[in-house]
């Protein structure tokens, strides 16, 4: 009965919701979104700059999170070359200092904080020739305004970063009266055409107060309030906007310091200053402001202009915009056709006559459909990760963030469970079911940040070693069953596994390398390609009419394992390698193919531990050792139980050791030798009861066909900030926004996946006439984007 309710319902659901459904949905989601997001950044401006100076709130205890955009956590190295030649002053009184403080231990964290604490203090680093002082004026008095005049005269040199403020001590030192509140306007009325001469030429930020722990304060500062404080504030921001008729005040207001100490200042010691915490927060937001424009970081996308076009995403506009328009013709034309043909009424009979039959869509219309709807699946995916219309945010882990969507999910994927078409040992319908729960982790892996959490990272480095596990496995059983080397079926996986991260190379204007699993899965393809093919050819079915061939395959492999070792332990020898040219167009990140040699050789041995396996179980079955028939255990029961009880026993034991761990770089250098254990037990624990190859879960199976287009397209539309921040499509509802853009993704991502199976077909014709004409064009094709390539990078240097 539940399994009659469970069919009913689903075949109810899919009558009124199905994938195209689902799609037409998500386009009016992105296109109603997109239109918010534009109304929205027209209505209240589009200068990230201003949300991350007045803006944010705390994810946790201590990590800040602008609105709308992410804050880079800037290293000594990345300080300094920003800093180079620069003088940054700081002028106030001891709020201003602690901040002036935490801005130099970003560039120095051994800089002390000692000395007299009531005069001036200088920082200088000679090597980076960066200049940072800090000028005791507690007072907005004649004293500061006489500071800041002498820089607003042409002889003398400016600073290139102002950061003024002070009120506290008129309050203390007037005991809060009501005429010290207007001489602060007066003096500050006085100051502000300065500020303003000097922030056209230097940045000038005006810190305003923070609110205090009344609680805390001494007796002597009693008559610092929190209201006196506001006003205080209200003072400067209408005096200091107001400075300048008929336009916007270049003088910046930092207004985000009283956001942060609302949520702090209960942790201060004396209730008027801010723990060391929330003062290295303000620090890092003015760093922010001032370097992200320069040396334009990733994950700090805060006061980043748009990155200019370059010419190759000119012409792929260009490209997918005459797709757009060459298909809309198409299907106007075609549309007409089809209204002059429609089937018309005989007069006498009253019967309909059908003039023609429909004639099947033609290659063009299919290319030209395809390339229109790759088109606007790129304008989304430029408009999220590159043309800063969609907000981002900075991940944030905590444990519920990653458990909880794990069992969820978990819960989905045992409800929808089906009967296997076979029983055999990683069926089709297993691997894809296998593919599927493996992506969906790594997914939520991606999207809480749980790579700071290293029992955690281990076990995901397992699930990625057994995509390529996998891989391995199924393209040698491929090449050892069928026995097909020809160039169709080479082209047809390359063609499948490239396509869609080529295209983004070209959009989104990042190397081949940043992508680095279909780099990775591609180089090992070729290697099991060339190992198998090259002479003697040795397939099952010549292996089966003498056992000698076994043996010239078992040291193929070997070969291959010395191979495998000698790239691992030759690092010079690989990137010899893969720095020639043109390889080095596309394994080169950051200039060096130092990230490809470590994510090659983080999984070195799995391809060679998958083909082996393949070759072990194929074996195996053709000798009939296994019982693969429905309902039956993979062996006899005693060895199926004892095999049972080492999987179980070695799967916890990785975990247990994964979870002792002590740093990444010690489990990194064991993972490819070990990583194998985890991957075989899950196998055989899967497999050896005959229950459990009889069934497989259709939820996970579904993402399973659309494993790959999922892990490519999460780089920029479901993360952002090329994966290091969270896509924000509704903002103030996390919640809301991640299923929103969770659906929009996974819809996307099941469309590119039809495009490129579409294209497939086209593009890689199974006459090898005709295919060798399509690969000359498409070698061509990359001759011009390596040209292209290279005159940019020329352009850029």
């Known amino acids: 009965m539940a399994a009659l309710a469970y069919n009913m319902g689903k075949r109810e659901i899919n009558h009124y919701f199905s994938v195209r459904s689902a799609k037409v949905l998500a386009l009016v989601a992105v296109l109603l979104l997109a239109a918010c997001h534009l109304a929205s950044r027209r209505y209240r401006g589009n200068d990230s700059c201003e949300y991350l100076l007045s803006s944010g709130r705390f994810l946790g205890e201590k990590v800040w999170q602008p609105h709308s955009c992410m804050m880079h956590k800037y290293k000594i190295s990345e300080a300094k070359n920003c800093l180079v030649d620069k003088h940054i002053a700081f002028i106030g009184d001891s709020r201003i200092r602690q901040l002036f403080y935490s801005f130099v231990k970003i560039i120095n964290p051994q800089f002390k904080e000692e000395g007299n604490k009531h005069e001036n203090i200088p920082f200088e680093d000679k090597v980076a020739s960066v200049k940072v002082d800090f000028l005791w004026h507690p007072e907005v008095n004649g004293s500061m305004k006489q500071c800041i005049k002498v820089w607003t005269e042409d002889s003398i040199a400016k600073p290139h970063v102002i950061v003024a403020g002070a009120a506290t001590w008129s309050i203390k030192i007037h005991n809060g009266s009501n005429e010290a509140l207007s001489q602060y306007k007066m003096n500050i009325t006085s100051i502000a055409p300065l500020l303003e001469k000097l922030a056209k030429t230097s940045d000038v930020y005006w810190v305003l107060q923070d609110p205090v722990y009344e609680d805390l304060l001494s007796e002597n500062r009693k008559m610092i309030t929190n209201e006196k404080i506001d006003a205080y504030n209200e003072a400067a921001v209408s005096i200091l906007n107001s400075s300048t008729r008929n336009s916007k005040s270049n003088v910046k207001m930092f207004s985000v310091s009283k956001l942060i100490a609302q949520e702090t200042i209960m942790e201060s010691l004396d209730g008027l200053h801010l723990p060391e915490s929330s003062r290295e927060t303000s620090a890092m937001i003015l760093m922010n402001v001032y370097c992200n424009k320069i040396l334009k970081p990733v994950d700090g996308s805060c006061c980043q202009p748009r990155p200019p076009l370059t010419l190759i995403q000119k012409l792929a506009a260009c490209f997918f915009t005459l797709s757009i328009i060459g298909y809309l013709i198409f299907y106007i034309i075609h549309r007409n056709a089809h209204r002059k043909n429609k089937p018309c009424t005989d007069l006498e009979s009253g019967e309909e006559k059908k003039n023609i039959i429909n004639a099947p869509v033609s290659p063009l219309e299919t290319l030209l459909q395809s390339f229109c709807k790759l088109g606007l699946i790129m304008a989304y995916f430029y408009m999220c990760d590159r043309a800063n219309l969609f907000m981002k945010e900075n991940k944030f882990y905590t444990h519920s963030s990653f458990f909880i969507p794990i069992i969820y999910i978990l819960v989905l994927g045992v409800f929808y469970n089906e009967n296997t078409k076979e029983t055999k040992v990683l069926n ?311 299923i929103v853009s969770t659906f929009i993704f996974v819809c996307v991502a099941h469309e590119i996946s039809q495009i490129t199976n579409d294209l497939a077909q086209i593009i890689i014709p199974k006459d090898n006439s005709s295919l060798l004409k399509r690969l000359a064009c498409i070698a061509a094709f990359f001759c011009g984007l390596l040209i292209l390539s290279s005159i940019q990078d020329k352009s850029r240097d």
Not at 513 to 536: G, K, R
């Open 428 to 738: 089709r319908e297993q691997t894809d079911e296998w593919k599927g729960w493996m992506q969906l982790v790594i997914l939520i892996y991606h999207i809480s940040g749980a790579s700071t959490f290293l029992p955690v990272y281990m076990h995901i480095r397992v699930l990625v070693a057994a995509y390529l596990f996998q891989t391995g496995y199924g393209h040698f059983s491929y090449f050892w069953i069928k026995g097909d080397f020809g160039i169709h079926r080479v082209c047809q996986v390359l063609f499948r596994l490239n396509f869609l991260v080529v295209v983004l190379c070209i959009v989104m204007d990042r190397p081949y390398q940043f992508y680095y699993f279909v780099p990775l899965v591609t180089v090992w393809f070729i290697i099991i390609y060339v190992t198998l093919a090259l002479w003697p050819q040795i397939i099952q079915k010549k292996a089966n009419g003498n056992c000698f061939w076994h043996f010239g395959l078992l040291l193929k492999l070997a070969f291959l394992l010395l191979f495998i070792c000698f790239l691992a332990y030759s690092q010079g020898a690989f990137e010899k390698i893969f720095s020639l040219w043109p390889l080095s167009k596309c394994f080169e990140l950051k200039g060096n193919v130092y990230e490809w040699w470590f994510r090659w050789r983080l999984d070195r041995y799995v391809f060679f531990h998958g083909m082996l396996f393949a070759f072990i179980y194929l074996a195996l079955q053709k000798r009939q050792v296994l019982s693969e028939g429905k309902g039956e255990p993979l062996f006899s029961n005693k060895i199926s139980n004892f095999l049972l009880f080492i999987s179980v026993v070695s799967f916890l034991t990785y975990s247990i050791w994964a979870s002792s761990c002590k740093n990444k770089a010690e489990c990194n250098e064991l993972h490819p030798s070990v990583s194998v254990v985890q991957i075989l037990a899950f196998i055989l624990i899967r497999n050896i009861p005959g229950y459990a190859r009889s069934v497989y879960s259709s939820f996970f199976a579904w993402f399973g066909k659309i494993s790959l287009e999922l892990f490519i397209c999460q780089y920029h539309i479901w993360l952002a900030a090329d994966t290091r921040g969270i896509l924000v499509l509704i903002p103030g509802n996390p919640m809301l926004n991640i």
